[in-house]
């Protein structure tokens, strides 16, 4: 029991819902990864939509606003295009998984059946490989190994995090980069910023290449393991999808968030005049990489900083106040007020896209306090099979 939510556990079941299914996936249940699989797939939609509707009515006193359906996948599993693996080296060998369900415990594993094809395979073939002495020597000198594929290519890049420099990554990644099929490179990634990161402050190439191409919508991004980059790039098409119409007369927008340039590039490929800001060096340098590989350097400009401050600073307030647009894609933590009022100052349009249904609410009832109105709002199912909602909020100013 917790102060604002309790966790039940199934005892018995004595009725079957209709919409109940039987998970695909032997460890459902107590890996941390899927929430859903005992839902079946309209089922997910619907609650996913209820979700991202009660939040809206409950914390941001919106209980008026439409919510669309939720837009879903054609097939919705092996959709992640990313995949992070915890290292159990209390296991000898060392095995890979996945945290535990409200836990730091490690669920063994040794397929997924939500990442895509060739990240399966990836863990297939290291866990057959984990008590060979290069790979375990590897394992045992890391905590996570992080791989992200492409769908356009069915390239494969690994980053394998470990406390300091790893001689044995270094090791173990030529034979990596022979034995595994679409792997394009291999980096080693070391000196975590905190005990729970994922990804260390500094990257070394161990072999290969370490980024790969994709494509949405005929955009080509170029992207590492650790990028920040959508995991469902079906999805990320279908917000493009959406996004399409408002596009059609070309105008000013301010990209907040901006990752690799995901969402910025889109916009120039309409002819829209963007600036983007984002505050990892890496994904900005990124971003700014995209734009030169599509060609649309002249619509794009990229800002490095931290958002709340950046809306203030001398670089980016003017192109606030002439922007018809504001796009922002925040953590799961949502944006601050200091963002959100230096927006609601300017009074352009705004369109977030939010990955966590609360944050979006209580951001909404600031913005709708200070003068502005919810148009529409479309939730989707970037994770499938899990009890997360994208949604993207459209906004516009009550009075000029």
Not at 51 to 78: C, F, H, K, T, Y
Not at 150 to 163: F, H, K, N, P, Q
Request: net charge positive; with cysteine.
């Amino acid at each position: 029991m917790k102060p604002r939510y309790a966790v039940a556990r199934l005892l018995r079941l004595i009725a079957e819902s209709p919409d109940r299914a039987v998970a695909f996936c032997p460890v459902f249940g107590s890996c941390g990864g899927c929430q859903l699989q005992h839902l079946n797939y309209p089922a997910q939609l619907a609650w996913k939509r209820n979700v991202v509707r009660q939040a809206l009515a409950r914390i941001g006193s919106a209980d008026d606003v439409e919510v669309a359906p939720a837009i879903g996948m054609a097939e919705p599993r092996a959709y992640r295009n990313k995949m992070a693996l915890v290292v159990d080296r209390a296991t000898k060998p060392p095995a890979l998984g996945f945290y535990r369900q409200r836990s730091h415990a490690v669920v063994a594993i040794d397929r997924c059946p939500v990442v895509a094809p060739g990240l399966d395979d990836l863990l297939q073939r290291l866990d057959r490989a984990r008590g060979t002495p290069a790979v375990e020597a590897m394992l045992s000198e890391s905590r996570h190994l992080v791989a992200r594929s492409s769908a356009a290519g069915g390239e494969i890049v690994l980053t394998i995090t470990s406390d300091r420099r790893s001689g044995a990554a270094s090791a173990a990644a030529a034979q990596l980069l022979r034995d595994v099929p679409g792997l394009r490179g291999v980096e080693n990634s070391f000196e975590l910023p905190g005990a729970n990161a994922i990804l260390g402050r500094k990257r070394q190439r161990l072999a290969g290449s370490v980024e790969i191409d994709e494509v949405i919508a005929g955009i080509r991004y170029r992207i590492a393991a650790g990028s920040f980059f959508q995991i469902n790039t079906e999805i990320v098409s279908r917000i493009f999808e959406i996004l399409g119409p408002r596009l059609a007369r070309p105008a000013r927008v301010v990209d907040l968030y901006c990752g690799v340039g995901t969402f910025s590039l889109f916009f120039a490929r309409h002819g829209w005049s963007v600036v983007g800001i984002e505050e990892d060096s890496r994904a900005v340098a990124q971003a700014r990489a995209n734009a030169r590989l599509n060609g649309l350097e002249r619509y794009v400009r990229f800002e490095t900083g931290r958002v709340e401050h950046a809306v203030a600073s001398a670089r980016v307030a003017p192109a606030l106040r002439d922007a018809s647009v504001v796009f922002l894609d925040p953590p799961r933590k949502g944006s601050d007020e200091a963002t959100l009022g230096a927006i609601a100052h300017a009074k352009p349009q705004i369109w977030y896209l939010s990955c966590d249904a609360a944050t979006l609410a209580r951001d909404s009832k600031f913005l709708v306090a200070k003068g502005y109105r919810i148009t529409a709002v479309q939730p989707f199912d970037m994770f499938p099979q899990t009890g997360h909602v994208e949604s993207l909020a459209f906004f516009e100013p009550t009075s000029a």
